[in-house]
């Protein structure tokens, strides 16, 4: 059972652009020199983010990404979801149902007990995730970190450099 | 993210051998006859049962696979983690610690925010499976069921039958 490793690129690309300035953004190529990460996979990542209404993006010689909400309205579940769905790991494929086994019909009209148990595990993770906002995160970096991320991000050109 | 198909095999396969007189034992080719599974692979998977110390495995004409412990004393944390390994899914690559935006040394002494809320999340994931118990599965089946169980199981041939 395995997270994409994207997961932890876009939580911590989510939590650097929570950092800026309002209005202020930026580029894929600027995070992914952040990071030190594979710009066109990343940009293409961060577009999910988009879709999932987390981040906005802007085109243009300024333009690039910036957080789609205030901070406090994004959770990692939200962004957790936005990569790999946040579909239960458990697969309940009704074995109950099957084999000499086989359970009568009206007796699967609920949910397996032992599936239920399951989804019920998956609940508890994500109101664990769902409880923690970017401003939450935000919270808990020192005070001097904004400041330094932005000034860093400053430094890196907004278009990918040839490496 | 996903858990292996035989997670459900096995969470099945305890719940029924819970249902057996004590003593009694299963094989792998009655369980997998049951519940019309690949024997060979189920096989090899309730032996990672065995490890794990939920089930004891006996050898002869009557031997077989039965609960190692109380049920009670079975949680399905136990199951997924002898199928599995139940470790987090999120993998952190100190990705702080690389690329423009790397953080000095001393502050990634402590496990980062974003990590340890990734933690959390599977801790929440863990205690809710370590919260059910084989005993708790079997009280929320119908009274009728263990009989029922006991009976078909031993319509079916212990040995592997050429199907
Ligand atoms: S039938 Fe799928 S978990 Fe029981
Ligand atoms: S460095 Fe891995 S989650 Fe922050």
Redesign the interface.
């Given at each position: 059972?395995?997270?994409p490793?994207s997961?932890?690129?876009l939580?911590?690309c989510a939590?650097?652009l929570a950092q800026l300035e309002p209005g202020a953004t930026a580029s894929a190529a600027q995070l992914a020199?952040?990071?030190?990460?594979p710009a066109p996979y990343l940009a293409k990542q961060l577009q999910a983010l988009v879709r999932a209404g987390v981040l906005a993006a802007t085109t243009g010689p300024r333009g690039g990404f910036q957080l789609g909400r205030p901070a406090a309205d994004i959770t990692?579940l939200h962004i957790v979801k936005a990569v790999?769905g946040?579909?239960s790991?458990?697969?309940?494929?009704e074995?109950?149902q099957?084999?000499?086994?086989a359970l009568p019909q009206e007796?699967c009209r609920r949910t397996c007990?032992?599936?239920e148990?399951?989804a019920?595990?998956?609940?508890?993770?994500?109101?664990?995730?769902a409880g923690?906002s970017l401003a939450d995160?935000l919270a808990?970096?020192?005070p001097s970190a904004p400041a330094r991320?932005r000034s860093?991000?400053a430094?890196?050109p907004r278009s990918t450099q040839p490496r």
């Open positions: 059972m395995k997270l490793a997961t932890e690129w939580l911590h939590t650097t020199d952040y990071y030190d990460l990692l790999d946040a579909s790991p458990y697969q309940c494929k074995i109950r099957q084999g000499r086994g007796e007990v032992l599936a148990k399951m019920e595990a998956h609940n508890a993770w994500r109101r664990s995730l923690v995160i808990s970096l020192p991320t860093r991000l430094g890196i």
